[in-house]
């Protein structure tokens, strides 16, 4: 599975920026989707992920409340809804397709920067 991961940009403290996650001529239906961000000088981290079967989402602690995981109704591409977003979430986002076997494959990275 080739992904592509979109929607970065720049944006004040307390905005919004959808990112997404698409693959190539696949559906994903059939993947666990996550998206992982690297800040400057810092380990890459989970932020939020879904599973295949139930459309389960799970989100690290200090994105809950404010981000959101879904699936579109374009069978290839996970979105990323991201509100109020702080300084804090400045990094490079990738999202990460993970197959039954546990075979996995990264987008490249879109760059997200919150700043005034």
């Known amino acids: 599975v080739q992904l592509q991961a979109s929607g970065g940009g720049t944006v004040q403290p307390g905005g919004s920026l959808t990112l997404s996650c698409t693959a190539s001529?696949?559906?994903?239906?059939?993947?666990?989707i996550g998206w992982f961000r690297q800040a400057p000088g810092k380990q890459r981290v989970g932020v939020a992920c879904i599973d295949r079967e139930y459309g389960t989402t799970y989100y690290a602690e200090s994105v809950k409340g404010r981000f959101t995981i879904s699936r579109g109704n374009a069978r290839n591409t996970v979105y990323l809804q991201m509100n109020s977003l702080e300084p804090e979430d400045t990094a490079v986002y990738f999202c990460?397709?993970?197959?039954?076997?546990?075979?996995?494959?990264w987008g490249q990275g879109t760059l997200v920067t919150v700043s005034s």
């Open positions: 990460v397709s993970v197959d039954r076997a546990g075979g996995t494959s």
């Open positions: 001529g696949y559906s994903l239906d059939n993947y666990e």
